[in-house]
């Protein structure tokens, strides 16, 4: 595949627009002003790689995506460092993961570097657009579809991967410190065999309804069991979730085909383990978790994810009744796992295991 090629920007954000913005983006609310695209084409492979003004995408009304949801994405961040420059955590983690669910919707494969360095462009062009260190961060939406025009139920021939960048400051409205969920009886997120496993939209989309249900409770997200027997706690609508018990152990729902393997998930293993704690990637029921809450055998529990980092879980609520973990606060175990990560993420800390990539 060829060179990046730059396309230039007319009329790029102020500076002084960019510093309003800046001051409160929110989350997803806010864009910078470029984009990436690289095309795919079946016997030509990748080609054109571009860095250029972030626009809309005009599509044929017979696109692909548009009927067959032949359509892929991951999340992100790049984090401005002590000495001024930008870095990203583990987006070789990002890209294999990209390359899985490609796998699973029939779509081509990218390049491991060639996933990396598009993020490098767009991270070098809009630096400017990175918060300062305790003011947030720049989310990364790399994202991949089916553009071919055509109406028949198989793989498409021709796809576009963009990667487009917001920068972001916390998750949940109101920089809540600790959330509640809402337990869905009704609905599942995924089953055995399907996407679940995979960073696709149909399974957010199909999150959305049993969201509105938790939200109507006054619940802030969802939380899906097992798709079988629904009792087997598996993940929020976007994030996966630890419990950290009395003796110290901590439990995380196993990957078992229908479950999310997050990044932050994996590191947060990797940094428990090193503290001390024993991590148990087992099944845990939602009568397990209210008894062991209820008895004190639980003592905090979090969710965590790319875009909320580590949040903490206070109360869960269901239509047979709810419970409060802990004291309903952050607990000891979530906030020494969340600084040692966040200085990881930031180049505070030292980073023995090679997971920050300096892109800037």
């Known amino acids: 595949m060829n060179a990046f090629s730059t396309l230039p920007h007319t009329s790029p954000t102020s500076d002084a627009d960019r510093i309003a913005l800046l001051a409160d983006p929110g989350f997803g609310r806010v ?109 990364l939406r790399p994202f991949m579809f089916a553009d071919e025009a055509f109406l028949g139920v198989r793989p498409a021939q021709s796809y576009l991967f963009c990667v487009i960048a917001s920068p972001v400051g916390g998750y949940f409205k109101g920089g809540k410190e600790a959330v509640t969920l809402w337990v869905s009886h009704d609905y599942v997120r995924a089953v055995p065999g399907g996407t679940g496993a995979v960073k696709c939209g149909g399974n957010y989309a199909a999150s959305l309804q049993p969201q509105l249900e938790g939200m109507a409770e006054g619940c802030d997200q969802v939380l899906f069991l097992d798709a079988v027997e629904r009792r087997w706690i598996e993940e929020l609508g976007g994030m996966n979730i630890m419990f950290v018990m009395r003796d110290g152990r901590i439990i995380t729902p196993p990957l078992n085909g229908s479950i999310l393997p997050g990044v932050t998930r994996d590191s947060l293993i990797q940094l428990a383990t090193e503290a001390g704690h024993r991590v148990l990637e087992q099944p845990y029921s939602i009568e397990e978790w209210e008894a062991d809450a209820r008895s004190g055998a639980l ?23 709810g419970f409060v973990i802990g004291n309903g606060s952050t607990g000891d175990v979530a906030r020494k796992l969340k600084e040692n990560l966040i200085n990881i993420q930031y180049g505070r800390a030292t980073d023995k295991h090679g997971w920050l990539t300096r892109l800037a």
């Open 31 to 139: 864009f910078t002003d470029h984009m990436v695209t690289v095309r795919y084409s079946e016997g030509r492979g990748w080609h054109d790689p571009t860095l250029g003004l972030r626009r809309p995408i005009a599509l044929d009304p017979a696109a692909a995506v548009l009927h067959y949801a032949q359509e892929i994405f991951e999340g992100l961040k790049a984090y401005r460092l002590p000495d001024g420059g930008v870095g990203s955590f583990r987006p070789d983690a990002n890209a294999r993961r990209f390359n899985q669910s490609a796998l699973r919707l029939a779509m081509p494969q990218m390049p491991e570097d060639t996933f990396v360095e598009s993020i490098r462009q767009l991270v070098i062009k809009d630096r400017d657009w990175v918060p300062l260190a305790d003011k947030g961060s720049l989310y």
């Open 299 to 321: 003592r905090e529990c979090f969710a965590c994810g790319t875009a909320a980092i580590i949040t903490p879980i206070a109360e869960v609520k269901s239509k047979h009744g």
